[in-house]
């Protein structure tokens, strides 16, 4: 299965709450932190929510 190095690149203080929560679900609390997720559905929806604060690459 593919996987997903995720990377918060922008705070998530003054977003939405569930920006905020998205953000800590997918394993995020720092600017510059990366996180690998399997490429799922779900994982593919909670990285399009908060999308203008996170880089998506493929993990190798």
């Known amino acids: ?4 190095k ?5 705070s998530g203080i003054g977003t939405l709450k569930n920006h905020r929560e998205t953000l800590r679900t997918l394993g995020l609390k720092k ?7 399997d490429d799922t559905p779900e994982v593919q929806g909670m990285v399009r929510t908060v999308a203008h604060l ?4 493929e993990a190798k």
């Open 54 to 57: 996170v880089t998506v690459e």
């Open 31 to 37: 600017i510059g932190q990366s996180v690998v997720r």
């Open 6 to 10: 995720i990377t918060q690149t922008k």
């Open 1 to 4: 299965m593919a996987q997903l």
